[in-house]
T-cell receptor, first 112, second 114 residues
Framework: QKEVEQDPGPLSVPEGAIVSLNCTYS??????FMWYRQYSRKGPELLMY????GNKEDGRFTAQVDKSSKYISLFIRDSQPSDSATYLC????????????FGDGTTLTVKP | DGGITQSPKYLFRKEGQNVTLSCEQN?????MYWYRQDPGQGLRLIYY???????QKGDIAEGYSVSREKKESFPLTVTSAQKNPTAFYLC?????????????FGEGSRLTVL
């Protein structure tokens, strides 16, 4: 069983919809939680970063971490066609960001 | 503009050949990383380097080699010992040991073995 499981998708929604992307994990030592966005044939870019449990909001994006359930989510409000991309969750126990464990990604398409 | 430059963007290799992927950064970052991404899968760490002249194996280092002679450069060689080298390769960097979660990625190199 993988340490990080991500809802596989693909996901297709109409413009303006609320999108929920989710990951579960098994390693209770994880304390750094990230969401990356990857456009087709490009490198990923950091979207949200959370340390420990709680919520974090940035514009239309909200990241939630529930360490008791080992579950993290990314919500996108008022989704736009420009949000169409693959979203990767990543998490780490230690201080080295590059040694994070990544989910397999969820591909989102927002239709105008 | 600061960033990470990977080259070539596309590369074709015959079986049995070694190939080297270039990665250069002008962000003045200490740490650099190489990842492999296969279709429908997340990133897997091949090698990483925290400082010049030092590097560590990641989860899937077999069949790969790296060097870090300069802070700005971290080339990856895919050797003939790598049994399934066709993949998308991503180079990344981070400021240092403190985990802010942020990795800066290049645009990737797609390697195809013919």
């Amino acid at each position: 069983q993988k340490e990080v499981e991500q809802d596989p998708g693909p996901l297709s929604v109409p413009e303006g919809a609320i999108v929920s992307l989710n990951c579960t994990y098994s390693n209770s030592a994880f304390q750094y939680f990230m969401w990356y966005r990857q456009y087709s044939r490009k490198g990923p870019e950091l979207l949200m970063y959370t340390y420990s449990s709680g919520n974090k909001e940035d514009g239309r994006f909200t990241a939630q971490v529930d360490k008791s359930s080992k579950y993290i989510s990314l919500f996108i409000r008022d989704s736009q066609p420009s949000d169409s991309a693959t979203y990767l969750c990543a998490m780490s126990a230690g201080t080295n960001a590059g040694k994070s464990t990544f989910g397999d990604g969820t591909t989102l398409t927002v239709k105008p | 503009d600061g960033g990470i430059t990977q080259s070539p963007k596309y590369l074709f290799r015959k079986e049995g050949q070694n190939v080297t992927l270039s990665c250069e950064q002008n962000l003045n970052h200490d740490a650099m990383y190489w990842y492999r991404q296969d279709p429908g899968q997340g990133l897997r760490l091949i090698y990483y380097s925290q400082i010049v002249n030092d590097f560590q194996k990641g989860d899937i280092a077999e069949g790969y080699s790296v060097s870090r002679e300069k802070k700005e450069s971290f080339p990856l060689t895919v050797t003939s010992a790598q049994k399934n080298p066709t993949a998308f390769y991503l180079c990344a960097s981070s400021r240092g040991l403190a985990n802010t979660g942020e990795l800066f990625f290049g645009e990737g190199s797609r390697l195809t073995v013919l």
